[in-house]
């Protein structure tokens, strides 16, 4: 009789929870090891800027799955556990704590931490990094006793935390670098939306101007930004990107290269790896690169991808990219990969923030933004899959069905 194999996951991320998942169901008898050095079951990210954060629901409606399940699938749930080493030639990995575990398969769902500013000042108490759920917590927490708070950086998470806060009651100065929020994936003149709608419910905008240093007496009480100005407040968030998690795989033969480097089927060039979710610089077999994602759509679905590759079906993980946001009473979803493009077309109206937005190249739809417009999604991936010329004024005129193009 054969001995059964071991799979395990390394990261008890969404990604690594929905490749145990997968495993089962796709009728793996083995034995599935699901570590994570959180002490609580893995769950999804999204809520922590946004309804967790406010306070509107608890932990369950973040968890992946419903107390029990890991039991239940018969899924070796490791919380508070951390991956110490990794041998790749010998198939293990050490656990601490726990020791070393022999794998016929091992999935990297590390994920990312938070990028730290180094600036004079940027260890002083009351500067929070969003990323996991104690951090959340100590955040909301602090949030419950703060008057003002000073957002720095206009990303997603900083956008998102400003608007939390906002609707929690608490004035809110907002730093970016940038011209306007958002100005890295949406561009200038589609990031002035979220500009506005900031200052429209209040926020405080310094924009263009980078960040110098924290000053306090034991806990930060203002923000120096690079033309002298002092931002005052009693709370601080820092949100300038993360960075992938590949510390456990360095010089152990695994290419590195923003992130773990993977090919279409989540495979490193190290047999028996594979890895998803943030971590990930896998290849889009649509976009013809390697891209990483950071965002909850590539998690979920990468996961179980990996999985069935693992199993040895040989899935290609071609979605097209996919992500939601949402800001007060603005909600909106991406979909597509745009780095460059030559033309921006509008369909509804920008002003009353309810339209969708084509990002094009050469005539080619390459991404689309729905703003407070809905159930579109899959059409624009599918202009985005298509690759072909469209004509810009059927692509703004309402009266046109998406599908038709």
Not at 142 to 171: F, K
Not at 246 to 272: A, F, H, Q, W
Request: glycine share 12%; charged share 20%; net charge negative.
């Amino acid at each position: 009789m054969s001995t059964p194999q071991t799979f395990v996951i390394a990261g008890a991320s969404l990604a690594g929870a929905k490749a145990a998942e997968t495993l089962r169901a796709e009728g793996f008898e083995g034995r599935v090891v699901l570590v994570g050095e959180e002490p609580v079951r893995p769950y999804e990210r999204p809520p922590l800027s946004k309804a967790y954060l406010r306070g509107e629901v608890g932990f369950a409606a973040a968890a992946v799955h419903a107390e029990g399940f890991y039991e239940s699938s018969d899924i070796e749930l490791l919380t508070s556990t951390t991956v110490r080493h990794l041998d790749p030639v010998g198939m293990s990995v050490t656990l601490d704590p726990g020791g070393d575990l022999a794998y016929d398969g091992l999935l990297l769902s590390t994920g990312a931490t938070p990028r730290t500013l180094s600036v004079p000042g940027a260890d002083l108490a009351g500067i929070h990094y969003l990323r996991s759920l104690s951090s959340c917590d100590a955040l909301r927490a602090a949030l419950g006793e703060a008057r003002r708070l000073v957002v720095v950086g206009g990303g997603w998470i900083g956008s998102e935390v400003a608007a939390s806060a906002r609707q929690m009651g608490t004035e809110v100065a907002l730093v970016e670098t940038a011209s306007v929020p958002l100005e890295r994936v949406l561009g200038t003149e589609v990031g002035a939306m979220f500009r506005d709608l900031h200052s429209d419910h209040g926020v405080e905008l310094h924009l263009g101007v980078g960040v110098e240093g924290f000053r306090g007496q034991g806990s930060a009480e203002e923000v120096v930004l690079a033309d002298g100005t002092a931002v005052a407040g009693d709370l601080f968030v820092v949100g300038v990107g993360v960075t992938p998690r590949t510390e456990l795989v360095r010089d152990v033969g695994v290419k590195l290269d923003n992130g773990i480097v993977v090919d279409e089927y989540l495979s490193t060039e190290v047999p028996g790896i594979w890895a998803a979710g943030d971590v990930a610089n896998a290849f889009h077999p649509l976009l013809g690169v390697h891209i990483r994602l950071e965002h909850w759509s590539a998690a979920l679905n990468q996961g179980p991808a990996a999985a069935q590759n693992m199993l040895g079906h040989r899935v290609a993980y071609q979605k097209v990219p996919y992500f939601f946001s949402d800001q007060y009473d603005l909600g909106m979803e991406y979909s597509g990969f745009a780095t460059h493009w030559d033309d921006v077309v509008y369909r509804g109206s920008k002003e009353d923030r309810e339209v969708i937005v084509f990002w094009l190249d050469q005539g080619r739809v390459v991404a689309g933004m729905n703003v407070n417009v809905w159930d579109v999604a899959g059409d624009i991936a599918a202009l985005v899959e298509a690759k072909k010329p469209v004509d810009p004024e059927r692509l703004a005129d309402v009266s046109v069905e998406l599908s038709a193009l």
